[in-house]
């Protein structure tokens, strides 16, 4: 079965320091791998995906994500954390047709 | 560029009641999605559309649940009728490729929090 995992219900990272969300994936054929972000009584916030190429994807507001096939991963990034990147944070894989299979989510908190 | 819209953003409603949520997605987008996110979840595929017609309605529960997308443009979701199991909040989302592509980019509304008592 198709499935995205996030091992962490929550992180907690202090303002100034990096940050890091996991999810591993598990899929048959090539993996096309998005990450979203959820603030509270909003719909969820396209941040970047992996299609093919160069395994270190940028995304918006200073995010990257790693892909790792090896070891079926696709953590998300950030050099710097921010209070304002305290959300939830969602992994998804894309299946054929476009259908997301979405992870449980991992709640970022950063404290200043 | 206007984002997808949806209304009511909030909905409280008695089990055993009808309930209907509308989305009009981004201009131009030919694929829409209607996801089903419980608290403490992630979101769940209902049902996609390309232009007007279904391309996956596997996950919805049709005993209850339909859904239509006139003229290939704004889609409505009904439940009829409600069960406490379907407080969730209900996201739309629309991507702009004709072929419903898995590499396409999926954009969300604010969605819809129903709460049903």
């Known amino acids: 079965a198709q499935s995205v995992a996030q091992p962490e219900d929550q992180v907690n990272v202090a303002e100034g320091n990096p940050l890091t969300v996991k999810c591993t994936y598990s899929?048959?054929?090539?993996?096309?791998l998005f990450w979203y972000v959820q603030y509270p009584n909003r719909g969820l916030q396209f941040l970047l995906k992996?299609?093919?190429?160069?395994?270190l994807v940028k995304g918006s507001y200073g995010f990257e994500a790693e892909f790792n096939k090896s070891q079926t991963s696709f953590h998300l990034k950030k050099p710097s954390a921010l209070v304002s990147d305290s959300a939830l944070y969602f992994c998804?894989?894309?299946?054929?047709?476009?259908?997301?299979?979405f992870g449980q989510g991992t709640e970022l908190s950063v404290k200043p | 560029e206007a984002g997808v819209a949806q209304s009511p953003r909030y909905k409280i409603i008695e089990k055993r009641q009808s309930v209907a949520f509308w989305c009009n997605p981004i201009?131009?987008?030919?694929?829409l999605y209607w996801y089903q996110q419980i608290l403490g979840q992630g979101p769940k595929l209902l049902i996609q559309?390309?232009?007007?017609?279904?391309?996956?309605d596997s996950q919805l529960p049709k005993d209850r649940f339909s859904a239509e997308r006139l003229k290939g443009v704004d889609s409505t979701l009904k439940i009829q009728p409600a069960k406490l199991e379907d407080s969730a909040v209900y996201l739309c989302?629309?991507?702009?490729?004709?072929?419903?592509?898995?590499?396409?980019?999926?954009?969300f509304g604010p969605g819809t929090r129903l709460t049903v008592l």
């Open positions: 559309f390309q232009n007007n017609g279904v391309v996956d």
């Open positions: 998804a894989v894309s299946l054929r047709g476009g259908k997301l299979i």
């Open positions: 201009s131009g987008h030919a694929t």
């Open positions: 989302a629309s991507s702009q490729g004709t072929l419903a592509a898995s590499t396409d980019t999926q954009y």
């Open positions: 899929v048959s054929g090539n993996p096309y």
């Open positions: 992996y299609i093919t190429g160069d395994n």
